[in-house]
Each structure stands twice: as structure tokens, then as C-alpha cells.
């Protein structure tokens, strides 16, 4: 009852929304609320919500983070980024994390930002994704990166993060 009522509120709130930044399985519970996802969804599952996701709600962009947990301190991060139009699947980058605190916030930062400066879809979603993995080696849930850092990672060839 209780998961009902917070997916009628999440779709009334969803008609005001321009970019959906979700996860695995908050993204498929707004899609198909009878049922909870339990497992990850794959890539071409995201892909599938995306897509009845701007039907349902028109959203301009929706976004994701792909996160592999190699062990509690090794990671693999990625994200995928859909226009309505395009998937756009960023690079995947290796961290060891120092600090977790604050990564979702830095991807959503790093979107925005890439969104709002007139990045394209792709160098956007490269440059959140870039932002959220510099923030996975930083202590506390600031992001003290700088422009500079997050481009030149985002336009490197390697995807190793060394701090």
C-alpha cells in the first residue's frame, strides 16, 4: 500500500520534471509499479524504460548510473544517457573509492552542469560520469574536484582514476 501511494505521488511530481536522474530499481518501479525490481536491470533494460519513460512523462533526458562492485573498494562506474532520441553509454572508468558520500550528487552535478553549458548528450554524460568517479576518491561528501580535473579525465584516454 504504502509503495502505491509514493509511485501515484512520484507520477504526479514526474508531469514537472525535465531530466530523470534515476537507479536500478527506483527507474522500473515508476514504470511498472506492481511489481518491484528485485535484480539489476540490464543495459537493454534501462534502454526499455527510458523509452516508456519519456512516453509516459516526456522527460527531455533520463539518465543512470552503471556501477560494477569488483570488491568493497573497487569499482567499475559508467552511465547511460538517453535524449529521447539516442543512448549514449559512457566509457567505463575503474576506481578504488575512498569515499562513496556524495558520488550520486557529483554524476547529478556533473549532468547538469554538462546540460546547462550546452555540452552535447554524449560529452555530457562523459562529463557526469567522469565527476562522479574523481568524487568516488575524495573524502567527505564534497566534491572538491576542479573543471580541469573533471575534463581532462573525461577526455583521457585512461579511464584509471589516480589521486
Same mark, same amino acid.
Given at each position: !500500500?504504502?509503495?502505491?501511494?509514493?509511485?501515484?505521488?512520484?507520477?504526479? /511530481?514526474?508531469?514537472?520534471?525535465?531530466?530523470? #536522474?534515476?537507479?536500478?530499481?527506483?527507474? *522500473?518501479? #515508476?514504470?511498472?509499479?506492481?511489481? !518491484?525490481? @528485485?535484480?539489476?536491470?540490464?543495459? +537493454?533494460?534501462?534502454?526499455? %524504460?527510458?523509452?516508456?519513460?519519456?512516453?509516459?512523462?516526456?522527460?527531455?533526458? %533520463?539518465?543512470?548510473?552503471?556501477? +560494477?562492485?569488483?570488491?568493497?573498494?573497487?569499482?567499475?562506474?559508467?552511465?547511460? =544517457?538517453?535524449?529521447?532520441?539516442?543512448?549514449?553509454?559512457?566509457?567505463?572508468?575503474? =576506481?578504488?573509492?575512498?569515499?562513496?558520500?556524495?558520488?550520486?550528487? &557529483?554524476?547529478?552535478?556533473? /549532468?547538469?552542469?554538462?546540460? &546547462?553549458? *550546452?555540452?552535447?548528450?554524449?560529452?555530457?554524460? +562523459? $562529463? &557526469?560520469? &567522469?565527476?562522479? =568517479?574523481?568524487?568516488?576518491? #575524495?573524502?567527505?561528501? $564534497?566534491?572538491?574536484?576542479? /573543471?580541469? @580535473? =573533471? !575534463?581532462?579525465? !573525461?577526455? *583521457? +584516454?585512461?579511464?584509471?582514476?589516480?589521486?
Amino acid at each position: !500500500m504504502v509503495a502505491r501511494k509514493a509511485t501515484s505521488i512520484i507520477k504526479n /511530481l514526474c508531469q514537472y520534471v525535465d531530466v530523470c #536522474i534515476g537507479v536500478d530499481p527506483t527507474l *522500473g518501479v #515508476i514504470t511498472t509499479p506492481d511489481k !518491484m525490481q @528485485e535484480d539489476r536491470i540490464t543495459k +537493454e533494460g534501462f534502454k526499455d %524504460i527510458f523509452k516508456q519513460l519519456k512516453e509516459l512523462y516526456g522527460f527531455k533526458f %533520463i539518465a543512470t548510473s552503471l556501477r +560494477e562492485n569488483h570488491t568493497a573498494s573497487e569499482n567499475s562506474c559508467a552511465a547511460m =544517457v538517453y535524449d529521447g532520441t539516442e543512448f549514449y553509454e559512457t566509457k567505463k572508468y575503474d =576506481v578504488r573509492i575512498v569515499d562513496r558520500v556524495g558520488t550520486g550528487d &557529483a554524476f547529478a552535478a556533473g /549532468l547538469i552542469y554538462g546540460l &546547462a553549458t *550546452g555540452m552535447s548528450t554524449k560529452d555530457t554524460a +562523459e $562529463f &557526469a560520469v &567522469a565527476n562522479s =568517479v574523481i568524487k568516488h576518491t #575524495i573524502h567527505g561528501d $564534497f566534491n572538491q574536484a576542479t /573543471l580541469s @580535473e =573533471v !575534463m581532462d579525465l !573525461m577526455k *583521457g +584516454e585512461n579511464t584509471r582514476v589516480k589521486r
